[in-house]
């Protein structure tokens, strides 16, 4: 936790954010039994916001104390003169922010390196030892938390810390013809080490599971190509949600030219469908990616983007939300200390439904059920790909075989005018990070939804 | 020695003195300067400053690291301890250590002063000239950057390599717009000594402008056949780049999964595919002088067809019991063809021209999908109309393979040297 405050800091000149963020990290892999990592990394810093005209000069320094911080605001106030002094006048100063006071509570993260390795020896001696039929393993551990204080030349104060723990685990197998066939699974989720590791048995069901799938997925077939009618998991849903849709409704894509910008108000997707992206809690849960105050010092508030097939609004900044006169959302969010906020998705959504899976499997002939991803891409036409890493056939209502990767693609808002079935249940994943110029742990989620989508395959 | 330098040693004292038996420090101090264009302004100037530290100790053949930005010896001193700390509870692993080649060299490059005005005249000049001459162009965002930093490493067995380098960097990423249709993203980017030229005649930057003005319409791909694919100079670098990770890299070597294993001096593609890994060449200024502790060389990849070398760290070799590589692989070099790219275009019977390749990270066998962006249809030999919605499939090694000509003009982003690359047999498919 950080020593000292920044609450009291009065020392602005302009229209000034000063932010002290400490990011956190450990790292451990084991391959096959090897420990190939073994690392802790800290990265702390402060930086200053100045805008001037409609300019900004930011700076940024490893050191915290008060000469650094006085050096990094002159030197802040000087790249927005710089701007300003050779660049005409790009609007005028920005409203004033809201005064808002937020503390977030710090979670010491405790456990020594030494028990994860050891968790992560026993979580490897579990499969090696059950499983010697694998021909590769890889066990890891890795942690991120990122501890934020901000203080605005406005009266705002926030103090957030968000820390996130996940186990993974990446299994091979050699099909007959001699080549590697892998699935990778993902553990954890919001909160420090100890909040979501406590026993290595409590995973092993889950590493069964794994291996079932990899085994299925190595006797699998290959996609047949083409334009199928298929189910999407709730880990696709919130890939969709995020990658196909949330980015080009970033109001900095829009000024640019994104495919959603003329669409506002109109018909985008299919009345059954609503995608926000929430701010901090969804039905009194507190969700993977919490932000309160954004990085401007913006309370953040949720975006509803789209609600029952109509494109309702975009996700902003100050600047965006004053060009469109929209209420500002608090989506400016940076990942290091060095880094300059981004108008960038929180936690991403697809809302539920009433469907059961059960019968949404029950009414396709011919299609599949895609269940993993590895990666996802989306760009400013809306036109998006998702890798599929886990997925089974549909035929004649029925599982059948498991297939091997591929991927899948179409354009956003043509795939969310076919969904016609979303399942009633919601899943959140927060593995995720988001990669905009800066990486960002991102929280994303949905229910499961039938629509038609472009496969890739032979 | 400077500061950096006296940083490293002193960090390697500190581990020594909590139990280390070896160690090894990299430690760094730089800064970033940063011109930002987004949301239809030039809105940012950014100046990031920062130090870093990284620390490997070894304790017999146990390994522990430990990085942070600070150069405060309290700081330090912690960090040591946690790296040693982290050592002793580690596995015995024979093949840690510290590179055996004892060096002490220093390497120089580049200016280690941002010249900003000339950096914000280039990107303003940038944008009266896209006005000019691509008016449809939008920019969603662009940088130029200038980084510097003095940095050395540094082992308790006597070696010291140091590097001061500064170097300027340029990317836009834009579409096209006309009404209320879009273009995909496109985007390129360069490494520069000096800002001493347009930023629009970097790399190929016109070529990607020019082919966004033409793909703001594009036309849905229709049906599935087996055609063949010319990939433009970038898209065939990132071809590459999975190929080095899928089977010529550490991971998959050490676990025995890259179906190159046991490919060394064999065929493994085209005979015309001369491929290299060439950091220390003087063509490209993003190159680098130090591999894992070792000063780098150029290596051959591909030679004919055939493959030379895998990219081994010096850990990956002594795990597999093979030679430790001269490069850390990327910085691409390869050779050029004797057709031009007119020339190879107009061969193609049915067939796409690539220019980026959205997919999924291929599998450990190499096969892959996805979609093919910033593409044009060609038909009997000409280019008929920018597509959307294609998808191609096919397998990294059997693409090597399946290489049927290499364009005789190749483009120097700084940070390698491409040509376009025709590959047959293919599927692409639409709705």
């Known amino acids: 936790m950080f020593q000292g405050s920044l609450e009291s800091f009065s020392s602005f000149f302009a229209d000034t954010e000063l932010r002290r963020q400490c990011n956190r990290t450990r790292r451990i892999g084991l391959m096959n039994g090897d420990v190939i990592s073994n690392a802790t990394s800290e990265a702390s810093g402060i930086n200053a916001r100045v805008f001037r005209a409609g300019r900004c000069g930011f700076a940024s320094s490893p050191e915290t104390d008060i000469s650094a911080v006085e050096r990094i605001l002159k030197q802040a106030s000087d790249n927005a003169a710089f701007l300003a002094d050779r660049l005409p006048d790009a609007g005028g100063n920005l409203a004033p922010r809201a005064p808002v006071t937020h503390r977030g509570i710090w979670v010491p993260d405790r456990v020594p390196q030494r028990e994860i390795l050891e968790f992560l020896q026993q979580i490897d001696d579990y499969i090696a030892t059950r499983y010697p039929q694998l021909a590769a393993r890889y066990v890891g551990c890795s942690c991120l938390s990122l501890e934020k204080e901000l203080r605005t030349n406005d009266g705002v104060y926030s103090y957030s810390f968000m820390p996130r723990s996940n186990i993974s685990v990446s299994l091979t197998a050699m099909t007959k013809e001699g080549t590697p066939v892998d699935r990778y699974e993902i553990f954890g989720g919001a909160g420090v080490y100890a909040e979501n590791f406590s026993d290595p048995a409590l995973l092993y069901p889950r590493i069964d599971a794994v291996v079932e799938e990899l085994m299925q997925k190595r006797d699998g077939v290959f996609a047949d190509a083409g334009r199928k009618t298929c189910i999407i998991a709730p880990e696709l849903a919130g890939m969709l949600a995020h990658e196909a849709v949330g980015h080009t409704a970033e109001a900095d894509f829009v000024i640019s030219g994104s495919v959603a910008g003329p669409y506002r108000g109109k018909e985008v997707a299919s009345s059954i469908v609503t995608l926000t992206d929430f701010a901090n809690t969804y039905n009194g849960q507190t969700l993977p990616t919490p932000i309160y105050v954004d990085d401007e010092g913006v309370e953040a508030k949720d975006a509803v983007l789209i609600d029952h097939g109509i494109l309702t609004g975009w996700m902003h900044n100050r600047s965006s939300a004053d060009r469109y006169g929209d209420p500002r959302t608090g989506n400016a969010l940076a990942f290091g200390f060095a880094d300059e906020p981004l108008i960038r998705m929180r936690n991403t959504a697809i809302l539920p439904g009433t469907d059961r899976l059960e019968d949404m499997i029950a009414s396709i002939d011919d299609g599949y059920y895609f269940t993993a991803t590895g990666n996802g891409q989306a760009d400013a036409t809306g036109e998006f790909m998702f890798g599929i890493t886990m997925g089974y056939e549909i035929k004649n209502g029925k599982l059948g075989q498991a297939i091997r990767d591929t991927t899948v693609s179409g354009v956003a808002f043509d795939l969310l005018k076919t969904v016609d079935m979303i399942s009633d249940q919601m899943v959140w994943l927060n593995a995720g990070m988001c990669g905009k110029k800066q990486p960002f742990p991102v929280g994303m989620g949905g229910p499961h939804i039938r629509c038609k989508i472009n496969v890739g395959g032979k | ?431």
């Open chain 2, 1 to 431: 020695m400077n500061r950096v330098e006296q940083i490293a040693r002193q960090c390697l004292e500190y581990m020594l003195a909590e139990g280390a038996t070896d160690g090894a420090c990299n430690a760094s101090s730089g800064a970033k300067t940063e011109f930002y264009y987004e949301s239809g302004e030039l809105g940012l100037l950014r100046t990031v400053n920062n130090v870093s530290v990284s620390l490997k100790a070894l304790v017999g053949t146990k390994k522990g690291t430990e990085s942070l930005n600070s150069f405060s010896p309290e700081d330090l001193k912690r960090a040591a301890k946690e790296a040693v700390e982290a050592a002793k509870i580690s596995k015995e692993d024979p093949a840690e250590g510290l590179p055996e080649e004892i060096s002490v060299k220093r390497f120089e490059f580049g200016s280690l002063v941002p010249d900003r005005e000339t950096m914000l005249l280039r990107l303003r000049e940038f944008f009266d000239q896209l006005k000019a001459e691509y008016p449809s162009i939008s920019v969603d965002t662009a940088s130029i950057d200038h980084s510097a930093s003095e940095s050395v490493y540094c082992t308790t067995n006597g070696i010291c390599l140091s590097v001061s380098k500064g170097l300027y960097s340029f990317s836009p990423m834009f579409m096209a717009r006309e009404g209320e249709k879009t273009s995909s993203f496109n985007y390129y980017g360069a490494v520069f000594v000096a800002p001493d030229m347009p930023m629009l005649d970097l790399a190929d930057g016109r070529r990607a402008l020019e082919d966004s003005v033409r793909q703001v319409d594009p036309v849905p791909m229709e049906g599935k056949f087996t055609g063949e694919v010319i990939f433009t100079p970038g898209c065939f670098g990132s071809l590459l780049g999975s190929v080095e990770g899928n089977f010529l890299s550490d991971g998959v070597l050490i676990d025995g999964t890259s179906i190159w294993k046991d490919k060394l001096n064999a065929p493994v593609a085209a005979p015309c595919l001369r491929w290299s890994s060439r950091p220390r060449s003087e063509e490209i200024p993003g190159g680098y002088f130090m591999a894992g502790g070792y000063e780098a060389q150029n290596m051959e990849l591909i030679t004919d067809g055939v493959l030379k070398n895998f990219v081994l760290s010096r850990y990956g070799a002594k795990k597999t019991g093979r030679e430790r590589s001269a490069s850390a692989g990327g910085c691409y070099f390869v050779d050029g063809g004797d057709r031009s790219l007119q020339e190879m275009i107009s061969t193609v019977k049915h067939g796409l021209l690539v220019a980026r390749f959205s997919g999924g990270e291929p599998s450990g066998d190499g096969t892959m999908s996805g979609v093919a962006k910033n593409s044009f249809e060609i038909r009997d030999g000409k280019i008929v109309h920018a597509v959307s919605e294609a998808m191609i499939s096919g397998n990294l090694a059997e693409m090597l393979k399946d290489i049927t000509e290499i364009s005789s003009e190749r483009v120097n982003d700084g940070t390698s040297v491409l040509p376009w690359v025709k590959i047959k047999n293919i599927v692409i498919s639409g709705q």
